[in-house]
Structures are given as structure tokens and as C-alpha cells.
């Protein structure tokens, strides 16, 4: 049982580059959300999806595309990396709750992003 | 706009100290509350929730938090800490129905042996 599977674990990216975070979960979770760790700052919600084919935003998705195509993978796209997006990239991935919202997130190892 | 405060940034205990970490909210409606744990070098693990029913929930590792609504609170409790429990706690809320979970800053807690 793999849970949260994140890839890269660790990536230096040039500015202007573009790339993509990989995040596969094993779980059948419906939901699934990309967040970002910051010194200071806990944890900010760039983008979330409650099933396949749907996706909306959080509170920092400048910069940042999702998409959903299956139930298992949610990858996130940086379109044009900036340093200001140096960061620890968290997925994570829950049930829904029966009375709303979700279970709780089971999270991936993250992703160590350096932006030069 | 709905937000979360952990006033305190770094707790530094002894082993055997009581534990309690404050975690307040600023929303009107119901929520669901989340203690998670991130120990160092790890990824964050779920250590507790609250979603409806008796506000007194016990989680995983002698952790409990009690939710006060009137206080828009959800402190997090332990009887006596262990050198193990060197970890950042984070305080994750979101209303009930919706999808935006908000965490707060964290606190940096270190138990010393």
C-alpha cells in the first residue's frame, strides 16, 4: 500500500522554466489538493479536486494548472517557474466526509523546489 | 476570509511536561478541525479530528484536543510529552461542506530528554 506517491522528491529548476509535480495516489480518495510549505507560513492551498474532471482553486494558484483525468493522479504544472516559488510541494489526498468536507488528508514526502 | 492562529511559534518542554498547543479560528459556521503532526524530515501524519458530537476527541499517541466553540478554539493536549514528540503541529480547519482546508503557521515544539 504506497499511499501518497509524490515525484520528484527534490528538482532545481531555472527561472522561466515549466515543469510538472507528479502526485499518484492508491487509495481511490476523491479528493485530492497541492499545498505549499513555506518558513513561517504553514501550509497554502494552491489547488484542489473533489473527483475526476474537476478542479478548482485555493489560496495561492498563480503560476500553478491542475488537472484531474483520473481518480489516481493529480499532477500540478508550473508554467513559468519563478523564484518566489522555491518550496516544499505537499499532495495530499482524503475521502470525503459523509457529513462534508473530507476524512483527513493522508500526505505525500513532498517535493524540495529550487528555483535560480 | 476565514483563517487560522497558532500563537505559539516554538514551545520548548521538558519530558514529562503537559502539552498544550492553542489553535484558533475565525468563522461563523460549523467546522471540521484537524491536528496534524510533521516530524523532522517527514511528511505531515493526521493526529486528530473533530467533526460533530462530543467536542473532547482523542487521537493517536495520548494526543486529545478539545473544540470550544463559543472560543473558536481547538487546542491540542497531552498529559506528558516524550522526547519523540520533537515535532511542528499544525491546526487545519475547514467549513463543514466545503474543501478549502486552512492550515495555520505551526508550532515548533522540542522536548528536551
Known amino acids: 500500500n504506497a499511499g501518497v506517491t509524490q515525484t520528484p522528491k527534490f528538482q532545481v529548476l531555472k527561472t522561466g522554466q515549466s515543469m510538472t509535480l507528479q502526485c499518484a495516489q492508491d487509495m481511490n480518495h476523491e479528493y485530492m489538493s497541492w499545498y505549499r510549505q513555506d518558513p513561517g507560513m504553514g501550509l497554502r492551498l494552491i489547488h484542489y479536486?473533489?473527483?475526476?474532471?474537476?478542479?478548482d482553486q485555493g489560496e495561492v494558484p498563480n503560476g500553478y494548472n491542475v488537472s484531474r483525468s483520473t481518480t489516481e493522479d493529480f499532477p500540478l504544472r508550473l508554467l513559468s517557474a519563478a523564484p518566489s516559488q522555491t518550496s516544499v510541494y505537499f499532495c495530499?489526498?482524503?475521502?470525503?466526509?459523509?457529513?462534508?468536507?473530507?476524512?483527513?488528508?493522508?500526505f505525500g514526502s513532498g517535493t524540495r523546489l529550487t528555483v535560480v | 476570509a476565514q483563517s487560522v492562529s497558532q500563537h505559539n511559534h516554538h514551545v520548548i518542554l521538558s519530558e514529562a511536561a503537559s502539552l498544550e498547543l492553542g489553535c484558533n479560528y475565525s468563522?461563523?459556521?460549523?467546522?471540521?478541525l484537524f491536528w496534524y503532526v510533521q516530524y523532522p524530515g517527514q511528511h505531515l501524519q493526521l493526529l486528530l479530528k473533530?467533526?460533530?458530537?462530543?467536542?473532547l476527541v482523542k487521537g493517536i499517541k495520548g494526543f486529545e484536543a478539545e473544540f470550544i466553540k463559543s472560543k473558536f478554539s481547538f487546542n491540542l493536549r497531552k498529559p506528558s510529552v516524550q522526547w519523540s514528540d520533537t515535532a511542528e503541529y499544525f491546526c487545519?480547519?475547514?467549513?463543514?461542506?466545503?474543501?478549502?482546508?486552512?492550515f495555520g503557521t505551526g508550532t515548533r515544539l522540542k522536548v528536551l530528554a
Open positions: 468563522y461563523g459556521g460549523t467546522v471540521n
Open positions: 487545519a480547519v475547514g467549513p463543514t461542506g466545503t474543501y478549502k482546508y486552512i
Open positions: 473533530y467533526f460533530s458530537g462530543d467536542p
Open positions: 495530499a489526498s482524503s475521502y470525503h466526509n459523509p457529513g462534508g468536507g473530507i476524512r483527513g488528508y493522508t
Open positions: 479536486s473533489v473527483g475526476a474532471g474537476i478542479t
